[in-house]
């Protein structure tokens, strides 16, 4: 009977560390890929002219802001109170209009580099995707972030019920509010 029990022992831890040596682990450094890819450069190209044009914007409004001022400064003198301070009043609003479009303009060109990253990162986890699947690995890890950028479901535990249980949380969270 001990013999019975030590063979199937044996043959027990025999057969997990064999499918522990199965698993295949990869790696990759992700941003290097994207960063090669002809669409990665074409967005550059696309937001420099889109940044170029806002940049064209703001400087016109500059312009103006500039004029205006010298103009200012080389009549005040000249002009009474109230149109004086009307003149103020336009040149501090100017001066605001600078700012509140530096700030659209930044929050714009962001968001454009968003909409124009997005696809070029979804077709390189794609990629990732098929080549980790083809090659039967179980995880890919992505070393310019720290994080995995492929895993195989059926052969990676979620551990995170375990640990619900452990911090004694008893429901699983609400799925996040859509923005």
């Known amino acids: ?5 030590k063979l199937a022992l044996v043959l027990t831890l025999a057969m997990c560390s064999t499918s522990l040596y199965a698993q295949k682990f990869a790696r990759i450094n992700l941003q ?15 937001l420099e ?29 000249t002009l009474n109170e109230s149109v004086r301070n009307l003149k103020e009043k336009e040149l501090q609003d100017l001066q605001q209009r600078y700012v509140d479009f530096q700030q659209i ?34 995880a890919v890890f992505d070393i310019s972030s720290n ?19 452990e911090l004694g949380i008893k429901e699983a969270p609400a799925a996040p509010a859509a923005q």
């Not at 009977?1 to 029990?5: C, G, P, R």
């Not at 290097?32 to 696309?46: L, W």
């Not at 002219?49 to 802001?65: D, N, T, W, Y």
């Open 1 to 5: 009977m001990k013999k019975v029990i």
């Open 32 to 46: 290097e890929i994207i960063f090669s890819m002809p669409e990665f450069t074409q967005m550059q190209t696309d």
């Open 49 to 77: 002219a889109f940044s170029k044009e806002l940049g064209e914007q703001l400087e016109a409004i500059q312009v103006e802001f500039n004029n205006k001022a010298a103009e200012f400064q080389k009549n005040r003198a």
């Open 105 to 138: 303009a930044q929050q714009d060109i962001d968001k454009k580099q968003g909409e124009l990253f997005q696809p070029i990162h979804v077709k390189a986890a794609e990629a990732v995707k098929k080549v980790a699947a083809a090659g039967g690995y179980t």
């Open 147 to 165: 994080s995995l950028a492929y895993y195989n479901e059926s052969t990676v535990v979620d551990i995170a019920p375990a640990v619900r249980a």
